[in-house]
Nanobody, 124 residues
């Protein structure tokens, strides 16, 4: 599975962005998908995840602001980010793991495939 992120950029605090993750090579329908982010000097952390059946998980800091969704027909996963804060600045990565549980999809080391990342910068 090859994953390619797009849609990052520079936005002012309070603004919105939608990042996309397009997959090729295999159908994503049996994969759980995650969006991770990594800020300079920090570890890569899970932001949101969605199971193959549509169960979602969000990190506490983004609940109510971010929405993860998937369009299996387009082999694409999205992360809609609203009310962005400077603390959301990071490189955002999508990742895929096949046929896992909603609990296991919260674990970074479970993921098998990763994209190259897209930069999101939120100015104050």
């Amino acid at each position: 599975v090859q994953l390619v992120e797009s849609g990052g950029g520079l936005v002012q605090a309070g603004g919105s962005l939608r990042v996309s993750c397009a997959a090729s090579g295999r159908s994503l329908s049996r994969y759980a998908m995650g969006w991770f982010r990594q800020a300079p000097g920090k570890e890569r952390e899970l932001v949101a995840a969605i199971s193959s059946g549509g169960i979602t998980y969000y990190q506490d800091s983004v609940k109510g602001r971010f929405t993860i969704s998937r369009a299996n027909a387009k082999n694409t996963v999205y992360l809609q980010m609203n009310s962005l804060e400077p603390e959301d600045t990071a490189v955002y990565y999508c990742a895929a793991v096949r046929l896992t549980t909603p609990q296991a999809m919260r674990v970074r080391d479970e993921y098998d495939y990763w994209g190259q990342g897209t930069q999101v910068t939120v100015s104050s």
